[in-house]
């Protein structure tokens, strides 16, 4: 394979979704360490902050199994097919971790909370350090910027307004200001518009987590 100029500035969105999971897994584990499912208005708020992580981490996951691995594998040799197979079968590990998290929330005192969301973290944390290391690369020596910016409009597209209006802000939630640049620098004007003055302040007046 030879490098197609897909660089780590195109790839942005990739590592900006990657820092919002590790933020919301952080923020998870912190909150499940101490959380006695006895209060309706911390439980309300862990479930708002688990809805919207989950979601985007499974939505994440399709785009990726479904969009971009397919893509890049037309033009993959052997080792490159590997990682890419290591990534979904990943990617199996990590939805049934989700699905026992979920599986807590039904018990009247969540007692196995703790314990289902620090395996989930553990198998998460792993697998993004993998995708970085050895996934991304691979994009960029198999999918061209222009093909890459024609997926990334093709998803936006999917998302509409409605989607990115619920995304962009938990994306953009405690980012780095370099990085959060990067990301608005990526919008449209209206699109600015509309995050700064009617998505962020709905996002922030939400409780979530704790």
């Not at 708020?45 to 969009?67: C, I, K, M, T």
């Not at 307004?161 to 449209?188: C, N, S």
């Not at 003055?197 to 939400?206: D, G, K, V």
């Amino acid at each position: 394979m030879t490098t197609t100029g897909l660089s780590n500035a195109d790839l942005w969105i990739m590592f900006a979704l990657h820092d919002a999971f590790r933020r919301d897994a952080e923020r998870l584990a912190r909150v499940a360490a101490r959380f006695a499912g006895d209060d309706p208005d911390r439980r309300a708020a862990l479930l708002v902050g688990w809805r919207l992580f989950s979601g985007e981490l499974h939505h994440h996951h399709g785009v990726e199994d479904n969009r971009i691995w397919p893509q890049a594998r037309e033009r993959c040799g052997t080792e490159a097919l590997a990682v890419l197979q290591a990534m979904e079968d990943e990617h199996a590990l990590v939805d049934p971790a989700i699905s026992a998290v979920e599986a807590t929330f039904e018990e009247p005192d969540c007692a196995s909370l703790p314990d289902a969301v620090e395996h989930l973290v553990g198998v998460l944390r792993s697998h993004l350090d993998h995708e970085e290391r050895y996934a991304l690369p691979v994009l960029q020596q198999t999918i061209t910027p222009g093909e890459w910016r024609a997926l990334s409009r093709s998803v936006q597209r999917e998302m509409g307004l409605k989607g990115a209006a619920t995304v962009l802000p938990w994306i953009m939630d405690d980012l780095p200001p370099r990085r959060a640049q990067q990301v608005l620098d990526e919008l449209p004007v209206p699109m600015k518009v509309l995050y700064r003055y009617r998505w962020n302040p709905r996002y922030r007046r939400t409780r979530r987590w704790e």
